[in-house]
């Protein structure tokens, strides 16, 4: 089986200015990703991995240089063709979780895939085969208020999995989690990638991209990539 790349970014940039100041959050960053890989990018606070994360997940526009999705240019794309990418391409999973209070954990499971225009009995279904697959079938009537932080998480990469993203992005996925339940997020991330081909329509499994500051989660990465100063170190 062939692994070639699904992210290449070359020579990326992205510029702040505060006042009469330059900051360069990212300078010159060329990364390349393959389909099926699990990647760690670590750095201290302000080294620019944020930034990273966001220009990855089309959520932020670099200043200069490219960045292909896929084979994509994504840098140059209308904002309603971004949106696109970031419904179908990309799944995200958030330290604060961001799950919608006033729903359940099976309705904000279905959210992403409602606003694809999916009809209720697929989003049903993709729902609850995902709350299954992480371990909350008995939960999926449950708002978020009601459930731990490590079972809100969950809700996360359900959601994740039942839109069957070719990308996860995780940012600090287990900085709210003590370590025990940490360790139980990212075994069920892990297992979303390339080490279960079984996953996925295209028998890769998913590529997973994970922010930490934590060396035990970096350890689980089949790479890891530090960022200092805009840099990669």
């Not at 904002?79 to 961001?98: A, E, H, W």
């Not at 006033?102 to 085969?129: M, T």
Request: hydrophobic letters at 40%; aromatic letters at 4%.
């Amino acid at each position: 089986m062939s692994y070639q790349p699904v992210i290449e970014v070359s020579n990326l940039c992205k510029v702040y200015n505060q006042g009469a100041e330059t900051v360069f959050a990212l300078n010159g960053v060329s990364l390349s990703v393959l389909r099926g890989e699990f990647l760690a990018v670590v750095g201290a606070s302000g080294s620019g991995k944020s930034t990273l994360m966001n220009m990855l997940g089309c959520l932020d526009r670099p200043t200069s240089g490219s960045y292909m999705l896929d084979g994509e240019d994504v840098s140059k794309l209308s904002d309603s063709r971004l949106s696109q990418i970031r419904n179908r391409k990309i799944g995200f999973v958030f330290q604060g979780f961001n799950l919608i209070p006033s729903l359940n954990a099976e309705e904000n499971v279905e959210l992403i895939l409602k606003y694809r225009g999916e009809p209720k009995h697929v989003r049903s279904e993709a729902a609850e085969k995902a709350l299954d697959a992480v371990g909350l079938s008995n939960r999926r009537s449950h708002r978020p208020s009601e459930l731990s932080g490590g079972q809100q998480q969950r809700v996360c990469i359900a959601r994740c999995i039942a839109a069957d993203p070719q990308i996860i992005l995780a940012d600090e996925p287990t900085g709210n989690l003590d370590s025990s339940t940490g360790a139980e997020i990212m075994k069920i991330l892990a297992s979303q990638t390339a080490r279960s081909v079984s996953v996925g329509k295209n028998g890769f499994g998913k590529t997973l991209v994970v922010i930490t500051h934590d060396p035990s989660v970096a350890a689980l990465a089949d790479r890891v990539i530090t960022i200092s100063d805009g840099h990669i170190a």
